[in-house]
Protein backbone atom coordinates (compact mmCIF):
# COMPACT_ATOMS: atom_id res chain seq x y z
CA UNK A 1 0.00 0.00 0.00
CA UNK A 2 2.89 2.36 0.89
CA UNK A 3 3.84 2.15 -2.97
CA UNK A 4 0.73 3.87 -3.92
CA UNK A 5 0.81 6.79 -1.45
CA UNK A 6 3.79 8.44 -2.98
CA UNK A 7 2.53 8.40 -6.93
CA UNK A 8 -0.67 10.46 -5.36
CA UNK A 9 1.12 12.33 -3.26
CA UNK A 10 2.55 14.10 -5.78
CA UNK A 11 -0.33 14.10 -8.73
CA UNK A 12 -2.65 15.50 -6.14
CA UNK A 13 -0.27 18.25 -5.64
CA UNK A 14 0.01 18.64 -9.11
CA UNK A 15 -3.34 18.85 -9.71
CA UNK A 16 -3.93 21.54 -6.90
CA UNK A 17 -0.85 23.48 -8.06
CA UNK A 18 -2.33 27.58 -9.15
CA UNK A 19 -2.59 27.42 -12.75
CA UNK A 20 0.01 30.25 -13.19
CA UNK A 21 -1.39 31.43 -17.17
CA UNK A 22 -2.66 34.98 -17.32
CA UNK A 23 -6.64 35.05 -16.93
CA UNK A 24 -8.18 37.09 -19.87
CA UNK A 25 -11.53 37.91 -19.48
CA UNK A 26 -13.77 37.87 -22.61
CA UNK A 27 -17.26 38.79 -22.92
CA UNK A 28 -19.19 35.92 -22.70
CA UNK A 29 -19.79 36.12 -26.71
CA UNK A 30 -16.43 36.57 -27.43
CA UNK A 31 -14.92 33.32 -25.22
CA UNK A 32 -17.88 31.21 -27.04
CA UNK A 33 -16.28 32.64 -30.83
CA UNK A 34 -13.08 31.76 -29.43
CA UNK A 35 -13.81 28.28 -27.95
CA UNK A 36 -15.07 27.56 -31.41
CA UNK A 37 -12.24 29.16 -33.95
CA UNK A 38 -9.96 26.66 -31.42
CA UNK A 39 -11.87 23.52 -31.53
CA UNK A 40 -11.95 24.40 -35.87
CA UNK A 41 -8.10 24.74 -35.80
CA UNK A 42 -7.85 21.34 -33.99
CA UNK A 43 -9.95 20.11 -37.09
CA UNK A 44 -8.29 22.18 -39.49
CA UNK A 45 -4.39 21.14 -38.44
CA UNK A 46 -5.43 17.38 -38.09
CA UNK A 47 -6.65 17.60 -41.86
CA UNK A 48 -2.81 19.17 -42.83
CA UNK A 49 -1.35 16.60 -40.59
CA UNK A 50 -3.46 13.79 -42.58
CA UNK A 51 -2.33 15.20 -45.89
CA UNK A 52 1.14 15.24 -45.43
CA UNK A 53 1.02 12.01 -44.07
CA UNK A 54 -0.73 11.34 -47.37
CA UNK A 55 2.12 12.76 -49.56
CA UNK A 56 -0.38 15.63 -50.88
CA UNK A 57 1.87 18.31 -49.52
CA UNK A 58 0.12 20.60 -51.94
CA UNK A 59 -2.93 19.69 -50.60
CA UNK A 60 -2.11 20.53 -47.20
CA UNK A 61 -0.44 23.83 -48.30
CA UNK A 62 -3.83 24.70 -49.58
CA UNK A 63 -5.60 23.67 -46.72
CA UNK A 64 -3.50 24.96 -44.05
CA UNK A 65 -3.55 28.28 -45.96
CA UNK A 66 -7.28 28.48 -46.37
CA UNK A 67 -8.33 27.57 -42.80
CA UNK A 68 -5.26 28.77 -40.68
CA UNK A 69 -2.98 31.08 -42.37
CA UNK A 70 -3.39 34.41 -43.49
CA UNK A 71 -6.42 34.09 -45.26
CA UNK A 72 -8.18 32.70 -42.75
CA UNK A 73 -8.37 36.10 -40.24
CA UNK A 74 -11.44 38.07 -39.99
CA UNK A 75 -13.81 35.11 -39.19
CA UNK A 76 -15.40 37.35 -36.76
CA UNK A 77 -15.43 40.59 -38.26
CA UNK A 78 -19.20 41.05 -39.34
CA UNK A 79 -20.13 39.26 -35.65
CA UNK A 80 -21.02 42.05 -32.37
CA UNK A 81 -17.73 43.31 -30.93
CA UNK A 82 -18.90 41.82 -28.34
CA UNK A 83 -18.76 38.29 -30.04
CA UNK A 84 -15.18 39.81 -31.49
CA UNK A 85 -12.54 38.01 -29.26
CA UNK A 86 -9.46 40.20 -30.48
CA UNK A 87 -10.51 43.46 -29.49
CA UNK A 88 -10.52 42.02 -26.14
CA UNK A 89 -7.18 40.29 -25.50
CA UNK A 90 -4.03 41.31 -24.55
CA UNK A 91 -1.62 42.58 -27.59
CA UNK A 92 0.81 39.78 -26.66
CA UNK A 93 -2.00 37.54 -27.14
CA UNK A 94 -3.19 39.05 -29.90
CA UNK A 95 0.50 39.18 -31.08
CA UNK A 96 0.51 35.37 -31.04
CA UNK A 97 -2.23 34.96 -33.31
CA UNK A 98 -0.85 36.82 -35.29
CA UNK A 99 2.33 34.75 -35.63
CA UNK A 100 0.74 31.71 -35.74
CA UNK A 101 -1.41 33.16 -38.93
CA UNK A 102 1.87 34.01 -39.91
CA UNK A 103 3.54 30.99 -39.83
CA UNK A 104 1.12 29.16 -41.34
CA UNK A 105 1.57 31.39 -44.27
CA UNK A 106 4.53 30.72 -44.45
CA UNK A 107 4.16 26.36 -44.06
CA UNK A 108 1.26 26.87 -46.94
CA UNK A 109 3.70 28.82 -49.17
CA UNK A 110 6.37 26.34 -48.85
CA UNK A 111 4.00 23.37 -49.29
CA UNK A 112 2.21 24.73 -52.33
CA UNK A 113 5.32 24.09 -54.13
CA UNK A 114 5.31 20.44 -53.34
CA UNK A 115 8.58 20.64 -51.52
CA UNK A 116 7.90 17.62 -49.07
CA UNK A 117 11.27 18.46 -47.10
CA UNK A 118 11.01 21.81 -46.90
CA UNK A 119 7.11 21.93 -45.49
CA UNK A 120 8.04 19.07 -42.83
CA UNK A 121 10.65 21.21 -41.79
CA UNK A 122 8.15 24.29 -41.16
CA UNK A 123 5.60 21.73 -40.10
CA UNK A 124 5.79 22.25 -36.12
CA UNK A 125 5.64 26.40 -36.67
CA UNK A 126 1.85 25.32 -37.10
CA UNK A 127 1.13 24.58 -33.72
CA UNK A 128 3.96 26.54 -32.03
CA UNK A 129 1.75 29.56 -31.51
CA UNK A 130 -0.92 27.69 -30.30
CA UNK A 131 1.31 26.05 -27.64
CA UNK A 132 2.75 29.22 -26.78
CA UNK A 133 -0.76 31.12 -26.31
CA UNK A 134 -1.93 28.15 -24.38
CA UNK A 135 0.69 28.52 -22.15
CA UNK A 136 0.66 31.66 -21.47
CA UNK A 137 -3.51 32.80 -21.33
CA UNK A 138 -6.35 31.07 -19.92
CA UNK A 139 -9.96 32.56 -20.73
CA UNK A 140 -11.60 30.47 -17.50
Known amino acids: MKYFIFPLFFLSTAAMAEDARQLVTLPPAAQESLRQEMLD ?34 KHRSKPFDARPGPHMPPAMHGIGMDGHKAVS ?5 AKTGDRDKALALLPNLTSACVGCHFSYRTR
Not at 50 to 66: D, F, I, P, R, T
Not at 106 to 110: K, M
Request: hydrophobic letters at 60%; a negative charge; glycine letters at 10%.
Open 41 to 74: NLLAINEVLALMAEGKVKEAGAAAEAKLGMSAMG
Open 106 to 110: EFAAV
